[in-house]
């Protein structure tokens, strides 16, 4: 999904590990009060305004970071933590505003075109590599999964995003059922016979919420949501070739759910490859819904999808698959090529 994301792409050195593991206690001043945020050296300003979004409700891209002699750096969220002279129990100013029109908050945002694959020696160097494995561990530790019907046991996993894969986000409409993707509700009503389904979007929960509930995802006769994820849940990755970016690491819900879900039975639909680097195998780029209006009567791409996601449901272990090919996906070739 074509998500704001809060990270931009930014080439820079990678730190050395001594100042990547140095822990920072924050204090923000915002709105007559402070606020107490704790990051690390390898996390980037991206993550810092994540963490203060936590405490203060304004989104990252309406926030505006002020310390002296800093300057113009704190504006760049590519920028790691340990690349500034940042100390413990220092004091930032924060300039932003709460968003309340949720709507109004999605169209005037910058979209993300520019997606990219990263190359599959870099993607398990990225995965296996220990600073990561420590950002994901602390995001399990720091991110809390409202559960909003049960898991269920022996169903596997399909992992949604939201904008440019169930929602046309840019387009507008009087009404937001214009902007659904078509068959969507046929979709998650097939999926859920074999998948538990978890919602997550690059955007804060108030926007998630509102949209899934708009669009009658909440609260359908026929299917149940599992859960809800945000942009909160993702952790800021460095890769040689392409710099910082943000991503959405699956290796926390199966770090919450060890007893339902894992590699072997999840997979994740998003239109941003990029999203997939913590669980490359895990990860099938969907084509991007956009331009609802033009395409709305062509789009069949979640028909499509959902014979192949019933078709691999009869696998024991999909981990082994290679979702690029999809569209060419033959159920009998595949045992074949198991059993051989």
Same mark, same amino acid.
Request: aromatic share 8%.
């Given at each position: ?36 945020? @704790?990051?690390?050296?390898? +996390? ?5 305004? @994540? ?11 309406r ?7 800093? &300057? ?23 300039? &932003? ?7 109004? $908050?999605?169209?005037?945002?910058s ?10 020696? *870099? ?6 590599k220990d600073?990561n ?18 898991c ?17 986000? #840019? ?14 509700? *046929? ?11 978890i ?13 899934? &509930?708009?669009? &009658?995802?909440? +609260? ?5 949501i ?31 759910f ?31 819904? #956009? ?5 709305? *009567?062509? $789009? @069949? ?22 979702h ?7 159920? +009998?070739?595949?045992?074949?090529? @198991?059993?051989?």
């Amino acid at each position: 999904m074509a998500e704001a994301s809060s990270s931009s792409v930014t080439s820079l050195p990678s730190p050395s590990p001594s100042l990547t593991e140095e822990e920072l206690t924050l204090t923000v001043k915002w709105s007559g009060k402070e606020y107490t945020v @704790r990051v690390c050296g390898d +996390d980037s300003i991206g993550e810092l305004k @994540r963490r203060i979004c936590e405490v203060t409700n304004v989104l990252p891209k309406r926030q505006k970071l002020l310390y002296p002699k800093i &300057g113009s750096k704190l504006a760049d969220e590519s920028v790691l933590i340990c690349h500034l002279p940042l100390k413990s129990s220092l004091k930032m100013t924060m300039i &932003g505003t709460v968003e309340d029109d949720i709507i109004v $908050d999605q169209v005037d945002s910058s979209e993300i075109v520019d997606d990219f694959e990263i190359g599959q020696d *870099e993607a398990v160097d990225i995965k296996d590599k220990d600073i990561n494995k420590q950002k994901l561990r602390r995001r399990i530790d720091q991110y809390n999964i409202d559960v909003r019907n049960p898991c269920r046991e022996g169903k596997k996993l399909l992992v949604l995003d939201i904008d440019y894969t169930l929602f046309d986000h #840019r387009s507008t409409a009087e009404n937001p059922l214009e902007l659904m993707r078509p068959y969507l509700h *046929e979709f998650l009503t097939a999926a859920y016979a074999e998948y538990d389904i978890i919602i997550w979007s690059a955007t804060s929960m108030r926007w998630v919420e509102l949209k899934m &509930g708009q669009l &009658g995802v909440l +609260d359908h006769p026929n299917y149940k949501i599992t859960a809800l994820l945000d942009h909160l849940a993702m952790i800021t990755v460095h890769s040689d070739a392409r710099g910082i970016f943000d991503c959405k690491p699956l290796g926390l819900i199966w770090a919450k759910f060890p007893e339902y879900y894992s590699a072997k039975n999840t997979i994740m639909f998003d239109d941003l490859r990029r999203n997939f680097v913590m669980n490359p195998k895990n990860g099938l780029t969907i084509r991007p819904f #956009r331009k609802a209006h033009a395409n709305r *009567e062509s $789009d @069949r791409e979640l028909v499509k999808l959902t014979q192949y996601l019933l078709a691999i449901s009869k696998l024991d272990d999909i981990s082994g698959l290679n979702h690029k090919y999809w569209e060419s996906y033959k159920e +009998d070739n595949s045992k074949r090529r @198991r059993q051989a």
